[in-house]
Protein backbone atom coordinates (compact mmCIF):
# COMPACT_ATOMS: atom_id res chain seq x y z
CA UNK A 1 0.00 0.00 0.00
CA UNK A 2 2.94 2.71 0.52
CA UNK A 3 4.56 2.36 -2.46
CA UNK A 4 1.21 2.86 -4.37
CA UNK A 5 0.94 6.02 -2.63
CA UNK A 6 4.45 6.97 -3.18
CA UNK A 7 3.94 6.40 -6.80
CA UNK A 8 0.84 8.14 -7.07
CA UNK A 9 2.48 11.07 -5.44
CA UNK A 10 5.72 10.82 -7.93
CA UNK A 11 3.34 10.89 -10.73
CA UNK A 12 1.64 14.13 -9.41
CA UNK A 13 5.12 16.08 -8.89
CA UNK A 14 5.43 14.92 -12.24
CA UNK A 15 2.62 16.58 -13.60
CA UNK A 16 2.95 19.83 -11.24
CA UNK A 17 6.36 20.50 -12.64
CA UNK A 18 5.58 19.49 -16.13
CA UNK A 19 2.14 21.73 -16.09
CA UNK A 20 2.82 25.57 -17.05
CA UNK A 21 0.71 27.99 -16.12
CA UNK A 22 -3.27 28.00 -16.24
CA UNK A 23 -3.52 31.47 -17.55
CA UNK A 24 -1.22 30.05 -20.43
CA UNK A 25 -3.34 27.07 -21.83
CA UNK A 26 -5.91 26.76 -24.24
CA UNK A 27 -9.40 25.21 -23.66
CA UNK A 28 -9.01 21.81 -24.08
CA UNK A 29 -5.44 21.18 -21.99
CA UNK A 30 -7.50 22.99 -19.09
CA UNK A 31 -10.36 20.43 -19.61
CA UNK A 32 -7.63 17.73 -19.44
CA UNK A 33 -6.06 18.99 -16.66
CA UNK A 34 -9.13 19.39 -14.97
CA UNK A 35 -10.76 15.65 -15.72
CA UNK A 36 -6.46 14.62 -14.43
CA UNK A 37 -7.42 15.89 -11.62
CA UNK A 38 -10.83 15.10 -10.63
CA UNK A 39 -9.46 11.10 -11.27
CA UNK A 40 -6.72 12.10 -8.94
CA UNK A 41 -8.87 13.41 -6.19
CA UNK A 42 -10.94 10.20 -6.60
CA UNK A 43 -7.58 8.11 -6.60
CA UNK A 44 -6.94 10.23 -3.37
CA UNK A 45 -9.94 9.69 -1.68
CA UNK A 46 -9.88 5.85 -2.23
CA UNK A 47 -6.52 6.05 -0.37
CA UNK A 48 -7.71 8.29 2.39
CA UNK A 49 -10.22 5.39 2.63
CA UNK A 50 -7.71 2.89 2.41
CA UNK A 51 -5.39 4.34 4.89
CA UNK A 52 -8.63 5.15 7.46
CA UNK A 53 -8.97 1.22 7.29
CA UNK A 54 -5.56 0.37 7.70
CA UNK A 55 -5.13 2.98 11.15
CA UNK A 56 -8.54 1.47 12.06
CA UNK A 57 -6.88 -2.14 11.92
CA UNK A 58 -3.66 -0.79 13.56
CA UNK A 59 -5.76 0.91 16.53
CA UNK A 60 -7.62 -2.21 17.35
CA UNK A 61 -5.14 -5.47 16.68
CA UNK A 62 -2.09 -4.26 16.08
CA UNK A 63 0.77 -4.00 18.87
CA UNK A 64 2.84 -0.84 19.74
CA UNK A 65 5.73 -2.48 18.12
CA UNK A 66 4.19 -2.15 14.89
CA UNK A 67 3.00 1.03 15.87
CA UNK A 68 6.44 2.39 16.56
CA UNK A 69 8.02 0.75 13.10
CA UNK A 70 5.32 2.73 10.83
CA UNK A 71 5.96 6.54 12.31
CA UNK A 72 7.59 7.06 8.98
CA UNK A 73 4.59 5.94 7.15
CA UNK A 74 2.44 8.51 9.30
CA UNK A 75 5.04 10.89 8.53
CA UNK A 76 4.75 10.23 4.66
CA UNK A 77 0.90 10.58 5.63
CA UNK A 78 1.22 14.02 6.94
CA UNK A 79 3.23 14.36 3.72
CA UNK A 80 0.78 13.30 1.45
CA UNK A 81 -1.98 14.90 3.33
CA UNK A 82 0.14 18.51 2.52
CA UNK A 83 0.25 17.74 -0.81
CA UNK A 84 -3.35 16.37 -1.05
CA UNK A 85 -4.07 20.21 0.40
CA UNK A 86 -1.99 21.63 -2.14
CA UNK A 87 -3.77 19.72 -5.03
CA UNK A 88 -7.58 20.85 -4.02
CA UNK A 89 -6.12 24.63 -3.87
CA UNK A 90 -4.47 23.88 -7.28
CA UNK A 91 -7.48 22.63 -8.20
CA UNK A 92 -10.05 25.30 -6.77
CA UNK A 93 -7.75 27.55 -8.63
CA UNK A 94 -8.13 26.01 -11.77
CA UNK A 95 -11.60 25.82 -11.24
CA UNK A 96 -11.71 29.24 -10.49
CA UNK A 97 -9.80 30.08 -14.11
CA UNK A 98 -11.75 27.60 -15.73
CA UNK A 99 -15.46 29.85 -14.26
CA UNK A 100 -13.68 32.71 -15.77
CA UNK A 101 -12.30 31.65 -18.99
CA UNK A 102 -16.11 29.82 -19.65
CA UNK A 103 -17.07 33.52 -19.06
CA UNK A 104 -14.70 35.00 -21.31
CA UNK A 105 -15.98 32.16 -23.84
CA UNK A 106 -20.08 32.84 -23.58
CA UNK A 107 -18.90 37.05 -23.77
CA UNK A 108 -17.29 35.95 -26.89
CA UNK A 109 -20.37 33.70 -28.16
CA UNK A 110 -22.58 36.68 -27.87
CA UNK A 111 -20.59 38.89 -29.25
CA UNK A 112 -19.98 36.63 -32.18
CA UNK A 113 -23.73 35.85 -32.35
CA UNK A 114 -24.20 40.15 -32.29
CA UNK A 115 -21.25 39.58 -35.23
CA UNK A 116 -23.30 37.13 -37.34
CA UNK A 117 -26.60 39.43 -37.09
CA UNK A 118 -24.99 42.73 -38.17
CA UNK A 119 -22.78 40.25 -41.21
CA UNK A 120 -25.90 39.25 -42.08
CA UNK A 121 -27.39 42.56 -41.98
CA UNK A 122 -24.42 43.80 -44.54
CA UNK A 123 -24.67 40.84 -46.78
CA UNK A 124 -28.31 41.31 -47.37
CA UNK A 125 -27.54 45.40 -47.96
CA UNK A 126 -24.65 44.20 -50.14
CA UNK A 127 -26.49 42.26 -52.09
CA UNK A 128 -29.20 45.05 -52.41
CA UNK A 129 -26.64 46.96 -53.71
CA UNK A 130 -25.00 44.29 -56.05
CA UNK A 131 -28.62 43.83 -58.00
CA UNK A 132 -29.07 47.89 -57.96
CA UNK A 133 -25.40 47.55 -59.84
CA UNK A 134 -26.53 45.42 -61.77
CA UNK A 135 -29.27 47.19 -62.89
CA UNK A 136 -27.29 50.42 -63.78
CA UNK A 137 -25.00 48.90 -65.50
CA UNK A 138 -27.35 47.17 -67.45
CA UNK A 139 -28.54 50.63 -68.02
CA UNK A 140 -25.29 51.63 -68.87
CA UNK A 141 -24.62 48.50 -71.55
CA UNK A 142 -27.97 49.68 -72.93
CA UNK A 143 -27.20 53.25 -73.44
CA UNK A 144 -23.40 52.54 -74.60
CA UNK A 145 -24.99 50.19 -77.42
CA UNK A 146 -27.52 52.68 -78.18
CA UNK A 147 -24.90 55.31 -78.61
CA UNK A 148 -22.55 52.81 -80.34
CA UNK A 149 -25.51 52.13 -82.94
CA UNK A 150 -25.79 55.98 -83.19
CA UNK A 151 -22.00 56.23 -83.74
CA UNK A 152 -22.09 53.63 -86.52
CA UNK A 153 -24.78 54.85 -88.27
CA UNK A 154 -23.12 58.65 -88.25
CA UNK A 155 -19.94 57.30 -89.50
CA UNK A 156 -22.10 55.39 -92.52
CA UNK A 157 -24.12 58.59 -93.35
CA UNK A 158 -20.41 60.71 -92.94
CA UNK A 159 -18.51 57.52 -95.27
CA UNK A 160 -21.55 57.96 -97.88
CA UNK A 161 -21.45 61.99 -97.76
CA UNK A 162 -17.72 61.64 -98.72
CA UNK A 163 -18.07 58.70 -101.43
CA UNK A 164 -21.27 60.81 -103.21
CA UNK A 165 -18.64 64.06 -102.86
CA UNK A 166 -16.16 62.06 -104.26
CA UNK A 167 -18.03 60.55 -107.05
CA UNK A 168 -19.31 64.14 -108.05
CA UNK A 169 -15.84 65.15 -108.61
CA UNK A 170 -15.10 62.56 -110.20
CA UNK A 171 -18.30 63.26 -112.51
CA UNK A 172 -17.19 66.59 -112.77
CA UNK A 173 -13.70 65.99 -114.13
CA UNK A 174 -15.08 63.11 -116.49
CA UNK A 175 -17.46 65.83 -117.41
CA UNK A 176 -14.75 68.89 -117.98
CA UNK A 177 -12.83 66.04 -119.74
CA UNK A 178 -15.32 64.17 -122.06
CA UNK A 179 -18.15 66.56 -123.08
CA UNK A 180 -18.10 70.02 -124.27
CA UNK A 181 -18.03 73.16 -123.14
CA UNK A 182 -21.79 73.69 -123.69
CA UNK A 183 -22.87 70.37 -122.59
CA UNK A 184 -20.62 71.13 -119.56
CA UNK A 185 -22.28 74.22 -119.07
CA UNK A 186 -25.77 72.36 -119.51
CA UNK A 187 -24.33 70.11 -117.25
CA UNK A 188 -23.18 72.31 -115.40
CA UNK A 189 -26.64 74.20 -115.03
CA UNK A 190 -28.35 71.05 -114.05
CA UNK A 191 -25.83 69.98 -111.27
CA UNK A 192 -26.04 73.61 -110.03
CA UNK A 193 -29.82 73.15 -110.15
CA UNK A 194 -29.56 69.33 -108.38
CA UNK A 195 -27.47 71.09 -105.85
CA UNK A 196 -29.98 74.20 -105.26
CA UNK A 197 -32.39 71.73 -104.74
CA UNK A 198 -30.16 69.82 -102.24
CA UNK A 199 -29.67 72.74 -100.91
CA UNK A 200 -33.07 74.16 -100.65
CA UNK A 201 -33.85 70.39 -99.13
CA UNK A 202 -31.35 70.44 -96.45
CA UNK A 203 -32.33 74.19 -96.05
CA UNK A 204 -35.74 72.54 -94.98
CA UNK A 205 -34.19 70.10 -93.17
CA UNK A 206 -31.94 72.61 -90.94
CA UNK A 207 -35.10 74.60 -90.53
CA UNK A 208 -36.91 71.54 -89.46
CA UNK A 209 -33.59 70.49 -87.31
CA UNK A 210 -33.32 74.53 -85.77
CA UNK A 211 -29.58 74.71 -87.15
CA UNK A 212 -27.24 76.09 -89.42
CA UNK A 213 -28.06 74.71 -93.30
CA UNK A 214 -24.37 72.80 -93.12
CA UNK A 215 -24.86 68.86 -94.06
CA UNK A 216 -22.32 68.62 -91.43
CA UNK A 217 -24.28 70.46 -88.72
CA UNK A 218 -27.71 69.07 -89.77
CA UNK A 219 -25.54 65.36 -89.52
CA UNK A 220 -24.27 66.60 -85.50
CA UNK A 221 -28.40 67.68 -84.87
CA UNK A 222 -29.29 64.85 -86.16
CA UNK A 223 -27.02 62.75 -83.39
CA UNK A 224 -27.63 64.99 -81.01
CA UNK A 225 -31.17 64.16 -81.77
CA UNK A 226 -30.85 60.55 -81.43
CA UNK A 227 -29.13 61.10 -78.04
CA UNK A 228 -31.50 62.93 -76.39
CA UNK A 229 -34.18 60.56 -77.72
CA UNK A 230 -32.43 57.86 -76.40
CA UNK A 231 -31.96 58.79 -72.92
CA UNK A 232 -35.40 60.33 -73.58
CA UNK A 233 -36.31 56.84 -73.51
CA UNK A 234 -34.40 55.26 -70.85
CA UNK A 235 -35.97 58.29 -68.49
CA UNK A 236 -39.37 56.82 -70.07
CA UNK A 237 -38.23 53.58 -68.83
CA UNK A 238 -37.20 54.16 -65.40
CA UNK A 239 -40.13 56.28 -65.09
CA UNK A 240 -42.72 53.24 -65.92
CA UNK A 241 -40.68 51.23 -63.77
CA UNK A 242 -41.56 53.69 -60.79
CA UNK A 243 -45.08 53.83 -61.66
CA UNK A 244 -44.83 50.36 -61.05
CA UNK A 245 -43.27 50.72 -57.84
CA UNK A 246 -45.96 53.09 -56.97
CA UNK A 247 -48.50 51.28 -57.97
CA UNK A 248 -47.26 48.08 -55.87
CA UNK A 249 -47.18 50.72 -53.40
CA UNK A 250 -50.51 51.81 -53.82
CA UNK A 251 -51.93 48.10 -53.74
CA UNK A 252 -50.05 47.47 -50.51
CA UNK A 253 -51.19 50.83 -48.70
CA UNK A 254 -54.59 49.26 -50.15
CA UNK A 255 -54.82 46.36 -48.39
CA UNK A 256 -52.93 47.54 -44.72
CA UNK A 257 -56.07 49.86 -45.10
CA UNK A 258 -58.38 47.44 -45.89
CA UNK A 259 -56.84 45.12 -42.52
CA UNK A 260 -56.91 47.92 -40.50
CA UNK A 261 -60.20 48.97 -41.00
CA UNK A 262 -61.74 45.19 -40.12
CA UNK A 263 -59.49 45.71 -36.92
CA UNK A 264 -61.26 48.88 -36.49
CA UNK A 265 -64.60 47.38 -36.86
CA UNK A 266 -63.33 44.69 -34.58
CA UNK A 267 -62.67 46.84 -32.16
CA UNK A 268 -65.50 48.53 -32.55
CA UNK A 269 -67.59 45.58 -32.06
CA UNK A 270 -65.10 44.79 -28.59
CA UNK A 271 -65.63 48.05 -27.45
CA UNK A 272 -69.90 48.22 -28.39
CA UNK A 273 -69.77 44.37 -26.11
CA UNK A 274 -67.56 45.98 -23.91
CA UNK A 275 -70.15 48.96 -23.08
CA UNK A 276 -73.11 46.71 -23.03
CA UNK A 277 -71.24 44.72 -20.20
CA UNK A 278 -70.53 47.73 -18.50
CA UNK A 279 -74.08 48.75 -18.85
CA UNK A 280 -75.27 45.88 -17.41
CA UNK A 281 -72.65 45.95 -14.76
CA UNK A 282 -73.67 49.37 -14.07
CA UNK A 283 -77.24 47.66 -13.31
CA UNK A 284 -76.54 44.97 -11.30
CA UNK A 285 -74.36 47.32 -9.36
CA UNK A 286 -77.69 50.10 -8.98
CA UNK A 287 -79.62 46.77 -7.61
CA UNK A 288 -76.78 45.53 -5.46
CA UNK A 289 -76.55 48.97 -3.99
CA UNK A 290 -80.40 49.33 -3.33
CA UNK A 291 -79.99 46.08 -1.93
CA UNK A 292 -77.07 47.51 0.07
CA UNK A 293 -79.49 50.23 1.12
CA UNK A 294 -82.51 48.40 2.06
CA UNK A 295 -79.99 46.17 4.17
CA UNK A 296 -78.72 48.89 5.84
CA UNK A 297 -82.35 50.41 6.73
CA UNK A 298 -83.00 46.87 8.35
CA UNK A 299 -79.87 46.88 10.24
CA UNK A 300 -80.35 50.62 11.92
CA UNK A 301 -83.74 49.14 12.58
CA UNK A 302 -82.52 45.69 14.24
CA UNK A 303 -79.79 47.65 15.92
CA UNK A 304 -82.74 49.70 17.26
CA UNK A 305 -84.69 47.15 18.11
CA UNK A 306 -82.03 45.23 19.74
CA UNK A 307 -81.50 48.17 21.80
CA UNK A 308 -84.81 48.46 23.34
CA UNK A 309 -84.77 45.27 24.11
CA UNK A 310 -81.41 45.50 26.04
CA UNK A 311 -83.16 48.39 27.74
CA UNK A 312 -85.96 46.28 28.61
CA UNK A 313 -83.70 43.08 30.06
CA UNK A 314 -81.78 45.95 32.11
CA UNK A 315 -84.77 46.88 33.23
CA UNK A 316 -86.40 43.81 34.22
CA UNK A 317 -82.72 42.34 35.27
CA UNK A 318 -83.19 45.97 37.67
CA UNK A 319 -86.79 44.82 38.97
CA UNK A 320 -86.04 40.34 39.75
CA UNK A 321 -82.59 41.93 41.76
CA UNK A 322 -85.10 44.83 43.44
CA UNK A 323 -87.68 41.48 44.21
CA UNK A 324 -84.49 38.83 45.58
CA UNK A 325 -83.23 41.84 47.62
CA UNK A 326 -86.95 41.88 49.02
CA UNK A 327 -87.22 38.32 49.30
CA UNK A 328 -84.04 37.82 50.94
CA UNK A 329 -85.23 40.78 53.43
CA UNK A 330 -88.12 38.94 54.21
CA UNK A 331 -86.50 35.85 54.73
CA UNK A 332 -83.93 37.15 57.02
CA UNK A 333 -86.60 38.94 59.02
CA UNK A 334 -88.74 35.99 59.32
CA UNK A 335 -85.26 33.37 60.33
CA UNK A 336 -85.29 36.45 63.06
CA UNK A 337 -88.00 35.97 64.55
CA UNK A 338 -88.67 33.12 66.67
CA UNK A 339 -92.49 31.72 65.68
CA UNK A 340 -94.20 30.26 68.21
CA UNK A 341 -95.35 26.53 67.39
CA UNK A 342 -99.13 27.01 66.58
CA UNK A 343 -101.03 26.25 63.92
CA UNK A 344 -100.80 29.86 62.30
CA UNK A 345 -97.15 30.10 62.77
CA UNK A 346 -96.86 26.68 61.09
CA UNK A 347 -99.05 28.32 58.05
CA UNK A 348 -97.04 31.29 58.26
CA UNK A 349 -93.62 29.49 58.14
CA UNK A 350 -95.35 27.60 54.88
CA UNK A 351 -95.91 30.50 53.11
CA UNK A 352 -92.44 31.91 53.69
CA UNK A 353 -90.25 29.25 52.13
CA UNK A 354 -92.79 28.94 49.56
CA UNK A 355 -92.13 33.02 48.83
CA UNK A 356 -88.71 32.35 49.43
CA UNK A 357 -88.79 29.09 47.01
CA UNK A 358 -90.83 31.41 44.35
CA UNK A 359 -88.07 34.15 44.63
CA UNK A 360 -85.13 31.60 44.26
CA UNK A 361 -87.02 30.17 41.34
CA UNK A 362 -88.13 33.60 39.81
CA UNK A 363 -84.55 34.86 40.00
CA UNK A 364 -82.86 31.44 38.53
CA UNK A 365 -84.95 32.01 35.49
CA UNK A 366 -84.20 35.45 35.12
CA UNK A 367 -80.46 34.41 35.19
CA UNK A 368 -80.95 31.96 32.30
CA UNK A 369 -82.68 34.19 29.96
CA UNK A 370 -79.74 36.64 30.69
Known amino acids: MPQSIKL ?3 KLEINETTSSSPGQLPRYELEEQLRFYKTELDKKDELIREMTKLTAYVHDNETQRYITGNSGSSEKLDQIRSRVEKLQLTIAENKDIIQEKNCMINELRAENEAIKVDCLTHIQRIEELEHLLEENSRHL ?10 DTALRTLQNDVKAKNEKILQ ?3 QIR ?16 TTTDSLRKSIEDFAALLDCESTPEQCILKLADLLRTHSV ?3 QALQKADEVESFQFEQRAARETVLRLSGELNKEQQ ?4 ARA ?3 SLQAELQKLQCKNEQTETQNSLLQDRIKQLTEALQAAHRETEAVTKQFSLLAETESKIKPRPTLGNNIG ?5 STSSIAEDYSATFKNFL
Not at 141 to 150: G, M, P, S, W
Not at 270 to 273: F, G
Not at 349 to 353: F, R
Open 270 to 273: ECQS
Open 232 to 234: YKT
Open 8 to 10: NME
Open 177 to 192: QTISEQKFEEDSKQLQ
Open 277 to 279: HVQ
Open 349 to 353: SEKSS
Open 141 to 150: RQIKTAEEQY
Open 171 to 173: LQS
